[in-house]
């Protein structure tokens, strides 16, 4: 068997283990078990459970259609408000128990981090690599456009403030009695949406032109007209 195929073994024995038992029931023992594999083989291909689950997860966004489509736009200030646009309204829609696992992997994001990280390390980096490119490339497209100022640093440092300002507030609405109220969650979207993309440098003019089309389009049509 190809390194390729034992890998792709692994992974959907992960996913059943994964699905069945949770990530803190789930070890790599039992992985490999399921996989019909010794561990150290594993170990071979995955380092550690968390490295198993943050490989799932990007697969699984891989997957998604609506991203492929948004990611195989060509780089613009309409596909750079679309994935701002995406992104706040993923962690909206798991901020009001929409998708139960994605809060769960969310809670998980976060427990991350006051542990050793590695999960969010590894996520992170899958994330720069999925996304990272297509927001830079639009973001560069957007400054020479004179949609946004150009704002001195490393141009994905802006993507990864975005990500943790919708990501907090999402957390802050996890618990049963969330720790602050926003209001209504359409008008929060639009309300972080904004906020976001004059964090990014895009003029109220621009931010006014391409908001209101990626709001009121289904996820990937609005970058696709302003495009075409």
């Known amino acids: 068997m190809t390194s390729d195929l034992r890998r792709q073994l692994i992974l959907g024995a992960a996913k059943r283990c994964f699905a069945r038992n949770g990530y803190a029931g789930t070890t790599t023992k039992s992985v490999a078990a399921a996989a019909a594999i010794s561990e150290g083989l594993l170990f071979k291909h995955f380092p550690s459970k968390a490295a198993l689950y943050a490989e799932i997860l990007a697969e699984e966004c891989e997957a998604d259609p609506e991203l492929a489509h948004l990611l195989g736009q060509e780089p613009s200030t309409a596909t750079l408000v679309e994935l701002v646009r995406g992104m706040v309204g993923h962690f909206v829609n798991i901020a009001n128990g929409s998708d139960e696992d ?45 949609d946004a100022t150009e704002i001195a640093g490393e141009p994905l440092n802006l993507f990864w403030f975005a990500h943790h300002t919708v990501l907090t507030a999402a957390l802050t609405r996890l618990p049963a009695a969330p720790c602050l109220e926003y209001g209504d969650a359409s008008v929060l979207e639009r309300q972080l949406c904004q906020f976001i993309l004059r964090g990014i440098g895009l003029g109220e003019a621009v931010i006014a032109t391409h908001l209101d089309h990626a709001l009121s389009a289904s996820p990937g049509q609005s970058a696709a007209r302003e495009s075409a």
């Open 102 to 146: 994605e809060a769960q992997r969310l809670r998980f994001m976060a427990a991350s981090h006051l542990e050793d990280g590695e999960f969010a390390r590894l996520l992170y980096g899958k994330i720069a690599d999925l996304i990272g490119p297509t927001f830079v490339a639009s973001l560069t497209r957007a400054i020479a456009a004179g």
